[in-house]
Nanobody, 115 residues
Framework: QVQLVESGGGLVQPGGSLRLSCVAS????????MGWYRQAPGKQREFVAS???????KYADSVKGRFTISRDNAKNTVYLQMNSLKPEDTAVYYC?????????WGQGTQVTVSS
């Protein structure tokens, strides 16, 4: 089982930026497909962005052009740079790793966009 620990959430004004980090345990990070998901109050968890072990990325339409996912295999870390934040980006953000059939989740980090 991979353990994931997110950090970097907080309160930010509309138009501001945050960078989330997710550190993974274990020695298989470099071959893991990593993703960020979010869940707003009263809503289902939704896909935000992903990056496969080869480096290709995907984004939800709602964050394209504003969010950037990246990874540092030497640090077992995946990042989510969030720019031009909107109130509708408010949610708990979760990190996910997928290695073969094994899926792991972090505990989540709260992002609140409000003036």
């Amino acid at each position: 089982q991979v353990q994931l620990v997110e950090s970097g959430g907080g309160l930010v004004q509309p138009g501001g930026s945050l960078r989330l980090s997710c550190v993974a345990s274990g020695s298989f990070f470099s071959i893991a497909n990593m993703g960020w998901y979010r869940q707003a109050p009263g809503k289902q968890r939704e896909f935000v962005a992903s990056i496969i072990f080869g480096g290709s990325t995907k984004y939800a339409d709602s964050v394209k052009g504003r969010f950037t996912i990246s990874r540092d295999n030497a640090k077992n870390t995946v990042y989510l740079q969030m720019n031009s934040l909107k109130p509708e980006d408010t949610a708990v953000y979760y990190c996910n790793s997928q290695i073969a059939a094994m899926s792991s989740w972090g505990q989540g980090t709260q992002v609140t966009v409000s003036s």
